[in-house]
């Protein structure tokens, strides 16, 4: 008699081992761009002062917070220093960063009268 095992196989971690060194390396990156916040105002000359800075900012590590797998949090936290290094050595110019407030997606219209003009462009 034959019994079925459910398939499952062993995948290496990308930097971290658990759940908590990644929640540590994912603190750290945040910590980083929350110091480097006023230099990018003063660098880039943004029209944002430091606190909406600070709250786009939560609101990018909130929108994952839920978040629970090692590998995509690791993933996450990767592009974040990359893109922490592309605003520190200024590679990034000042419409890369205000894009982060200016979402380009336009929202679908949801009654009849703007689905049917959508619709004719």
Same mark, same amino acid.
């Given at each position: /008699? ?12 990308? /930097? ?11 603190? @750290? ?7 480097? #916040? ?9 029209? %944002? ?17 839920? #978040? ?10 990767? %592009? @974040? ?15 890369? #960063? ?15 009268? @703007?689905?049917?003009?959508?619709? /004719?462009?």
């Amino acid at each position: /008699m034959t019994t079925k095992r459910a398939a499952t196989r062993a995948v290496k971690p990308l /930097m971290s081992t658990d759940f908590c060194e990644a929640r540590r390396r994912a603190l @750290g990156l945040y910590r980083a761009f929350y110091r480097y #916040i006023p230099y990018i105002i003063k660098h880039h000359d943004i029209q %944002k002062n430091e606190e909406d800075c600070r709250w786009k900012l939560r609101e990018y590590f909130y929108k994952h917070a839920c #978040i629970t797998d090692i590998r995509i949090i690791d993933l996450l936290v990767i %592009k @974040g220093y990359i893109e922490l290094k592309e605003v520190t050595h200024q590679w990034q110019q000042k419409g890369h #960063i205000i894009r982060h407030w200016n979402p380009s997606i336009e929202p679908k219209p949801c009654d009849f009268l @703007g689905k049917f003009l959508a619709g /004719m462009d």
